[in-house]
Each structure stands twice: as C-alpha cells, then as structure tokens.
C-alpha cells in the first residue's frame, strides 16, 4: 500500500504471469460482507466435532503398551479427552500402510477399545513412500511404479 499526492491510499499489484482476479466488497455490514463473500466462494465446511476437542500425540509413543498407558492416565486423571494420535513409531521400519508386529501388539484391539470409549484414535502417516521393502506389507513404491507404466 502506497499513498498518492492527495493522500489517498493505493494498491499495487505486480504478476509475472496469469489472470488476477480482484472483487470489491463494497462498503457495508461485515455480516453482509461475509455473506457476499461466501455467496463467490462457498461456505466453509466445518470438521467433525471431536475433531475441536482435545487432542493428545506424542513423538514418545514406540509401543500399544505406550498408547494404553497415556489413555488409561488421562481416564484416571480426569482430564478430558477426545483423540490419540500416534506418530510414525508404529509402521514397521517407518514405512507406510504397515504396523510393526513387534513394539505394536495388539494395536488392532487397543484401537476397537478406544472406539468403544467413544474416544477417537489417529495414526500419523508420512507423505513419502519408501523404496525398502516390508517386512509386513506391500511394497507401494512398486506398485505405484507399475501404476505408471500402464
């Protein structure tokens, strides 16, 4: 923002490329503004409601023994609680879509009782998928790489 000799205010905008598209919203109640805008653009959509709730992730989390404890805790402290998250620990040698059979026994059960606790539970998955092979599940690097090549 820049002000002219008059004093009034200016707005400058500078684009390598493409169309910029600009809307005024012109003076108004900022209940109507908000109106016209999601009228051009949409309303927002709202998460689940759990999801505002409270949440509890760790990066300390290498066993269901580990995940157990922290839920059974929090249960016996009083302190309110919606989801559990686990971080990466679980995926056998970090690789996603796979569970380590070894540290996380039993997960498949720890994940119904925490659902049944009306309590929800969220892994955490990498957005890379590795080139190492499971000891446990697919390898999806080749399989995306055979996706490619038909």
């Avoid at 012109?26 to 653009?41: E, F, S």
């Avoid at 997960?107 to 080139?131: E, M, Q, R, W, Y």
Wanted: hydrophobic share 35%; aromatic share 16%.
């Amino acid at each position: 923002i820049r002000y002219s000799s008059s004093g009034n205010s200016l707005i400058t905008y500078s684009t390598v490329g493409g169309i910029l598209d600009v809307y005024y919203f012109m003076p108004d109640t900022a209940d109507n503004i908000i109106r016209k805008y999601n009228k051009l653009v949409g309303v927002p959509s709202l998460p689940p409601f759990w999801a505002l709730g409270f949440h509890q992730c760790s990066w300390q989390y290498n066993t269901t023994v580990d995940l157990q404890e922290v839920v059974e805790n929090y249960r016996d402290n009083g302190y309110m609680f919606d989801t559990i998250w686990t971080d990466i620990m679980y995926m056998d040698r970090y690789i996603d879509f796979t569970v380590d059979q070894q540290n996380f026994i039993g997960v498949k059960d720890f994940v119904t009782s925490v659902h049944n606790s009306h309590l929800h539970f969220v892994p955490i998955v990498d957005a890379g998928i590795s080139l190492l092979d499971s000891n446990v599940g697919e390898n999806w690097y080749d399989i995306g790489k055979g996706m490619e090549q038909d």
